[in-house]
């Protein structure tokens, strides 16, 4: 059973992170109401609970915010390191979008900079790679899924570094 439970959360996860990045991609709503809006929809399909709903809109919010975080950290290391030129091109067509679509939470990104948000084993989240808090190791997550224990150390907190 509990695996069951486990699936479907990954499940509600990956269709909730898609349907608020395309109301992001429309460019109409902020990040706030795209993932307001996403919940509501999917909870009205029937398939999921609204206190499931609430619960992994929670994750997928924390993790766009956090790839935001990483990218813009990015585009700086590239600007810096390439012709200015050719950047230019790429953020006129990816970047600059990403960064409009998500106005309405760099007021919060900028409170949180200082403070790293925090990932726990067991929760949900996207592919990417995550730091230990403990003991530095990096573990890279191929498919959004549960987060286990640190491989190297077995604690439970982490930061997401890509
Ligand atoms: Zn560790």
């Known amino acids: 059973m509990e695996n069951n439970h486990q699936e479907k959360d990954v499940g509600l996860y990956e269709k909730l992170l898609s349907r608020t990045r395309e109301l992001l991609d429309s460019g109409r709503k902020g990040l706030d109401e795209a993932v307001r809006k996403a919940g509501e929809e999917i909870t009205a399909a029937g398939e999921y609970t ?3 709903a609430e619960k992994i809109s929670e994750y997928v919010r924390r993790d766009l915010e956090e790839m935001e975080k990483n990218a813009r950290r990015a585009g700086k290391a590239i600007r810096k390191a390439v012709d200015p030129k050719r950047v230019e091109g790429n953020v006129k067509s990816g970047l600059a979008r990403l960064l409009r679509a998500f106005a309405d939470a760099a007021a919060r990104l900028a409170e949180r900079a200082e403070r790293q948000v925090e990932y726990r084993t067991g929760e949900v989240t996207a592919a ?34 890509g």
Not at 130 to 157: H, S, V
């Open 50 to 52: 609204r206190e499931q």
């Open 128 to 161: 990417g790679t995550l730091a230990c808090r403990a003991c530095g190791a990096e573990m890279t997550l191929k498919q959004p899924g549960r987060i286990p224990p640190c491989p190297k150390c077995y604690k439970t907190r982490f930061m997401r570094v």
